[in-house]
């Protein structure tokens, strides 16, 4: 099943583009090999996928030779994003690498004319804001040195599906959690993500797999979690 990571980052122009402006600039040739494709837009919002292509070597097997060659290669990596421009932040759909290669694009594109910082999610705040979420379903969490009555110190995974009130142990272990996994219910379509202590998220679907509805659940629960 394919999963992104989000990682969100404060986006603050420090010149006056319009979204049109900032697309035109996106659209144009920046890099070599390199494009951003505009899915979407809308006065206040952007979101598109950027594409770069990439080496990579590979061992392979040679019939005729009967021996193994090392192959070199090209590939197209492609990673989705989405800039609100009202609320001053950008949110990438992939590793930190590929962001690290957006952002610097991005940048050259509009001549430098923003600042583009990481922001951190609160772990708290994510647990608080699902917490008082309908349709949340709590699955397996992850924590590290729990003790036990008898003094032990363990580290355990607990299924909390079934339980009818799992916050009230998320909250009971919440200083030793890791991570949560979750299944976030919407129109009858189930999202499932990690939440990890250190406030990354993880969901098991790609950006553009998921109707506006769901993304709209998703940022909102970013917007309520950010440190700012």
């Given at each position: 099943?394919a999963?992104s990571n989000?990682?969100?980052y404060k ?16 659209e ?9 494709v505009?899915?979407d837009?809308?006065?206040m ?5 950027y ?18 060659r090392?192959?070199?290669r090209?590939?197209y990596?492609?990673t ?7 609320k001053?932040?950008?949110d990438?759909w ?7 290669k ?7 594109a509009?001549?430098n004319?923003?600042i583009?910082?990481p922001?951190?999610l609160d772990f ?11 349709n949340?379903?709590?699955g397996k969490?992850t924590?590290?040195q729990?003790?036990f009555?008898d003094g ?5 995974t ?5 339980y009818?009130n799992?916050?009230?142990?998320i ?6 959690i ?7 219910k919407c129109?009858?379509?189930y ?13 098991y679907?790609l950006r553009?797999?998921?109707n506006?509805?769901q993304?709209n659940?998703?940022y909102?629960m970013l917007?309520c979690s950010?440190r700012r």
């Open positions: 099943m999963a989000i990682l969100i986006f603050i122009l420090r010149t006056d583009l319009s979204s049109v402006q900032i697309i035109d600039k996106l144009q040739q920046i890099l070599d090999e390199t494009r951003f505009i899915d837009y809308s006065d919002e952007i979101s598109g996928t594409v770069y292509s990439s080496i990579y070597k590979s061992i392979e097997y040679d019939f005729d030779t009967n021996s193994f090392s192959i070199t090209k590939k990596v492609t989705e994003f989405h800039i609100n421009l009202e001053n932040y950008m990438i992939g590793s930190s690498q590929n962001a690290g957006i952002i610097t694009t991005l940048s050259i509009i001549d004319k923003a583009i910082e922001l951190e708290s705040k994510i647990i608080d804001y699902l917490k008082e979420t309908d949340i379903i709590v969490t924590a590290t729990v003790a009555n032990i110190l363990a580290n355990c607990f299924d909390l599906s079934n009818d799992p916050f009230e142990i909250e009971r272990y919440k200083k030793n890791d991570k949560i996994s979750v299944k976030w129109d009858d379509v999202m499932g993500m990690i939440i990890f202590i250190s406030g990354s998220i993880r969901i679907r553009h797999s998921i506006n509805k993304l659940k998703i909102r917007e950010g």
